[in-house]
DNA sequence: CATGAATGAGGGTTCATTCAT
DNA sequence: TATGAATGAACCCTCATTCAT
């Protein structure tokens, strides 16, 4: 049933807990966790239903675990956090880098999953909202609150609530991510996920209406 | 174990179905179609488990029935449709009403818990796909679209392609509804969900971005 | 499946958890609990599988549930506690009548069965120790050693260590009753477990022992 | 994982079998056969699961040959066989040498174990009850049977059933047994285990109810 | 129509057993 | 021979659905 000369047992020991994660979050952003049963998960990676048991105490706990080793490091902004070196740059360039940051993370990559299973699966699994809220939105709500405060102080900006900012740029994103792994398949809109560029120009589109007049 | 004094029979039998609708899309909204059992539908709409089913053939078509009989209804953007009346306001002013009317389209009322239940459900619902794109995008697109043309032709705004205004007016309702009925719950979190006036200040910021030089 | 005019649906309601119960009992002194499938219970006691799951969260319960309601009453020594109006019955007649109540208690009726789970289950349900010490074995304890205490004070027997007493009437209907539901209905063993009277020549033969040269 | 340095392979090849089976008895008595995991056997004998299955055919075959070739060999009552060179000694003092050797045998040693599960696993292995009844039981029945009549024939005992006199010695010893193995662990009865004395002034009791007026 | 006891297919989980190493 | 990762049959339990009352 399974094709073993593709999947030695041996060699594979050490990379089945990764296997049957990363099977297990396509399949969980995919049908949700309620409708994945077990047998799917483990039939994705290449194993049989009871192998799933072997590395993992029960579904749950294989979404429990997604979230702590998977999700659990930190949002790639720390690059912007002191903003060094970043002195010559203008405020909007930063910003503008920002955004492209979420874009790459949550868009390219399959970062974006991971954005449809919190939203779906956060009432079972609260430690979702926290994976959220804590390592996601607040790092990358500090970062921009910097910056504006940056260009408002250096008169790059007119005077305005950071947070408009953060939900400005971040939020298009997290909606595109939802779209291109719900919608999409189903009804293609292209003129949501429309590609690379999009969002690039949707954050001039913001930060035009953030410049100092 | 129903309260029949305060439900008298005859005046509820017609309404049964309705309110086990309701209950159901509660139920679905907060917890997810898989994960909600057909009796806590039952008792959160005041009858038992057996009632369901003479109203409705399954759970599956419950939801279904929810697409069809509740979603099928156009989004309340037909007055912008044709501009009536409307020829003295500037375009900016029209944009901010679509916005405005998305927001209390979404954000209020309960038609936000709907947004969620697509985003979440649409893989074993495609209908809810259709729903979304073809009832509630694409009639907005189409408005915005235009209104977007007479701003450049009136010379309001700069050359801008209309589905960036779309994405940027549309896409934060979207994620903002999604937060409000998936993460606050569990971390509240004031910077997104601020409140009415958040979306509107949204809307001057990207407006603002459009605006001819 | 389940013979549906000998078991009237409504009729039976109130008698499932008795039924399950005795259902249960039977197996797990018949089979073990371990060895016994949920599924066995239910169709004996005349149901299908997940009607079992109605009135018992499960397997497990369902021992705790006989433990906890089938053989928590004390067993029926209370007459002899204070000897009323026994002063003109000998402490030999007395103590015949202890060893006549357990074999009417264990051997006749179906409490020796229960006798077999004790044993047999002890190691999963501690409970069935606690019941078999202080439900049965001590209140006997305190019968006995009341009797035979009277009985050498007045005379009637030498002196003597009541516990051993109490083992020697009581110890043997114990292992009368595993041998019935153990090994005779594989090999029967006519010399152990003869009938009636075979205990009470028993008690005969200790309490003899007992007199007073 | 295991120490190999303490136990040499050579040396303990030959001796795997017994290993194994005597880590099988100890937990098939302390847990029961069917909630006895295979794993738990080839851990407490120190190897791993799949060695197990190298000696063994299946989890039963360990019971099966626990059975023929722990159990199977006589109970330690031949010397009493024939009475050689007993001929001086009273018939009272045969007695009591055969119920010490039950005690011998069972309470000490750990047959007793053995007495648990012959009545613990019984319904699953009927040979169980062959052995306890004709290794066990009958043997010993012939031998007291031949003393207490040739005690009722040299006028030391009064007219008596031998059957009775078997029982009377006999399964307090058994019920002595299960309580050690069984109760005790949870809920120590002093009163009932209470050591070596305790079954020998038991049969004094018996046996002094045994002597001819 | 309304009820809720009963059903049984389906999915999660365990564990005896196998077999490539 | 020894290992232990992998298997999959079997079991516990849930819950959508039915139907006698």
């Known amino acids: 049933m399974i094709d ?12 089945r807990p990764r296997e049957l994660l ?4 396509d399949l969980f952003v995919e049908k949700g966790f309620a409708a994945t049963r077990a047998e799917e998960i483990a039939e994705r990676a290449g194993v049989s239903k009871g ?3 072997i590395y993992f105490h029960s579904k749950e706990d294989l979404l429990n675990d997604l979230i702590a080793q998977r999700f659990f490091r930190r949002f790639p902004l ?21 955004a492209l940051a979420w874009r790459s993370a949550l868009v390219e990559g399959h970062a ?14 609260p430690a979702l909202a926290d994976f959220w809220v804590h390592q996601v939105l607040t790092p990358t709500r500090a970062v921009v609150s910097s910056i504006v405060e940056r260009g408002i102080q250096r008169g790059e900006f007119r005077a305005m609530d950071p947070d408009l900012v953060v ?11 939802l779209h291109r792994h719900a919608i999409d398949p189903h009804v293609p809109c292209a003129f949501i ?8 120009r949707h954050a001039e589109l913001v930060l035009q209406g953030l410049m100092a007049a």
């Open 4 to 15: 073993r000369a593709a999947f030695p047992i041996r060699r594979r020991k050490h990379a």
């Open 22 to 25: 990363v099977a297990a979050l």
């Open 51 to 53: 192998t799933l048991y």
């Open 78 to 98: 720390e690059s912007f956090a002191g903003h060094e070196g970043t002195e010559a740059r203008s405020s909007r360039e930063l910003l503008r880098s920002v």
């Open 112 to 125: 974006g999953g991971v954005v449809k299973l919190v939203f779906t699966e956060v009432h079972n699994f």
């Open 167 to 177: 939900n400005a740029l971040v939020l298009p994103v997290v909606a595109t991510c």
């Open 193 to 200: 996920t429309a590609g690379h560029e999009a969002l690039g």
